[in-house]
């Protein structure tokens, strides 16, 4: 039981002087810009996104998305992360390639298109 309580004191202890090392901005509640766009750069690093050579900038928590993608749903997904990582309003400057487009209206052929399901 001892050590039970010798564990809970030390993650007290270790919250405690964690709180005092945030930013003034994590006290309440928002992120710095440079806050927002370091955690989208990591995110944009560990994602297939990361390699269209996408930009972001953040600016009074508006995160401004620049470059240009051969898939459509990576446009998207640049708004996505940059909304998750805090940003309060996302500027989607993202050009979509001619070769992404027609991929997708061929796509939209009108048609209702049916479930595939797999009988074993």
Known sequence: MQRFFAIVSLLACSVGTDAGTLT????????SDEEIEATIKVK?????????GLQVHVKNGIATWTGATSVMQHKGAATRMAKTAGAVQVVNNIKISDQAKAK????????HRRAQVKTD
Do not use: R
């Open 24 to 31: 003034k901005s994590h006290s309440q509640g928002k992120f």
């Open 104 to 111: 997708a209206a061929g796509n939209l052929t009108g048609e």
């Open 44 to 52: 944009l690093a560990k994602s297939k996104i990361g390699l269209d």
